[in-house]
């Protein structure tokens, strides 16, 4: 099953009443790294905004082969970026495609206002994090920042 059709909302998956999720397997690959960012009031509190990346990138380093962008308490639909992973498929690693990337996930968000910040300003955490979480992804990538 895809992470994707897992959960089903905010605290919500598909595991029913008397079922244990026992297993998780996620594939080790070369060529690619990770990052989370997030931004929150206090330590230990929850996010106003978070944004994580995995990237992985051909043989010749610059040139992205494959995406995720997972994005938390910013109104993104199935906590991802679907739309941002996709335009950068094939692209060169850049802080333009990063910009543009991080532009389409915050443009298909929907936060609402609440005592963290209003929706505006979620919205702007959205494309802020994802391109500084695509950034440390790259370095971690090509093995500059471990």
Do not use: N
């Not at 008397?18 to 397997?25: G, K, M, S, V």
């Not at 494959?66 to 679907?82: E, K, M, P, Y």
């Not at 495609?97 to 991080?102: C, E, I, K, L, W």
Request: charged letters at 25%; one cysteine or more; aromatic letters at 6%.
């Amino acid at each position: 099953m895809a992470a994707r059709e897992f959960h089903t909302g905010p605290y919500e998956t598909v595991v029913g009443p008397a079922e244990l999720l026992t297993e998780i397997r996620i594939p080790i690959r070369p060529g690619g790294g990770s990052a989370y960012e997030k931004v929150g009031r206090r330590v230990g509190d929850w996010p106003v905004g978070a944004a994580g990346a995995a990237l992985w990138l051909d043989g010749d380093g610059d040139t992205v082969s494959d995406a995720g962008i997972g994005l938390t308490a910013v109104g993104a639909r199935h906590f991802s970026a679907a739309e941002a992973e996709e335009f950068l498929l094939g692209a060169t690693a850049s802080e333009a495609s990063f910009a543009r990337a991080g532009e389409i996930a915050a443009e298909h968000c929907r936060p609402s206002s609440d005592q963290r910040g209003p929706a505006a300003y979620k919205q702007h955490l959205a494309r802020e994090l994802t391109v500084r979480a695509l950034r440390r992804a790259l370095r971690r990538a090509r093995r500059e920042d471990a």
